[in-house]
């Protein structure tokens, strides 16, 4: 029998089949030995599992997953036991959407980066949406301004909304109609008040940024999927504060920066790192203004991160 993981919860998972029914299933012991996985969780949300009903308890609807289906796609974070090791947030995703905000708390064009370079390395569009539009002044409305024209330009879909007075929400639901999508952000940005207004009666548990760091406290602990009363489904996300970069090797960096792309072929060695080299036509490009120097900088930031080690 097929069914989908909506829920992880150490070696339990909750799984839903097609027809709607939920059961608690455990891994059959040979995943946990499997060394093609190389992540530290086998199974993770939204993937597609074929699973066995265990009977022996007629009062609990329990399963054992036999099989991981392929994926279509996944993505990936440094996992919390080692920054080399990879934990697979969720797989099988139509999209992601990323809830960003240019204040309280601010999100660093650098975590929008990593997430993006991590979507693109695993084929996965990207929307951001930056929220708490009720609270921004003139300030920050020229800072979403300028960010909305720098992503808008690569070719991102940028939205300003709020998720206290409803603006903007309206369209967030019509993105997500009828789609498997992957919502992140950092801690505090209002992304569970978000899913409480797209699914009203869902009461997920939100915090107030704290103050003495300004950077949100975290309220979800693990990834979760939801059906959406409107059609398709959600993975809500742990609010992570960094987006660590992992199983992508330096000379590839460059490819998930999407502006770079016309201009990598240029280049003229074709291991440019377009930090030092000569004949390097994205220096050229950005020097040209072609390419945001904001974004160069993220870039090289990201690959300084990036250990040679590891490949």
Known sequence: MQATVYKSTGSWYVVKTATGETFQARMK???????????????????VVEIVEDDSDANAKNAMITEIGSRKNYIVRSSPHGKNKKHIVAANMDQAMLVCTVKEPRTSQGFIDRFLVTAAAYHIPVILVFNKQDIYKEKENEKFEELEELYSSIGYQVLLISAANGNGVDTVRALLKDKTTLMAGHSGVGKSSLINVLMPGLDLRTKAVSG????????????????????????????????????????????????????????????????????????????????????????????????????
């Not at 012991?29 to 993937?47: L, Q, R």
């Not at 199983?247 to 201009?263: A, G, N, R, V």
Request: net charge negative; with cysteine; proline share 6%.
């Open 212 to 311: 003495w760091s300004g950077k949100g406290l975290h309220t979800t602990t693990s990834a979760e999927m939801y059906d959406l009363p409107f059609g398709g489904c959600l993975i809500d996300t742990p609010g992570v504060r960094e987006f660590g970069i992992v199983d992508i090797p330096k000379p590839e960096l460059s490819h998930y920066f999407i502006e770079m792309q016309p201009y990598i072929a240029q280049c003229q060695f074709n291991n440019c790192l377009h930090i030092n080299e000569p004949g390097c036509a994205v220096k050229v490009a950005v020097e040209e203004g072609h390419i945001d120097v904001d974004r160069y900088v993220s870039y090289a930031t990201i690959l300084e991160t990036i250990e040679e080690e590891q490949y």
């Open 29 to 47: 012991g040979i995943f946990k030995k499997n060394e093609d996985i190389t992540s530290t969780n086998p199974i993770a949300v939204g993937d």
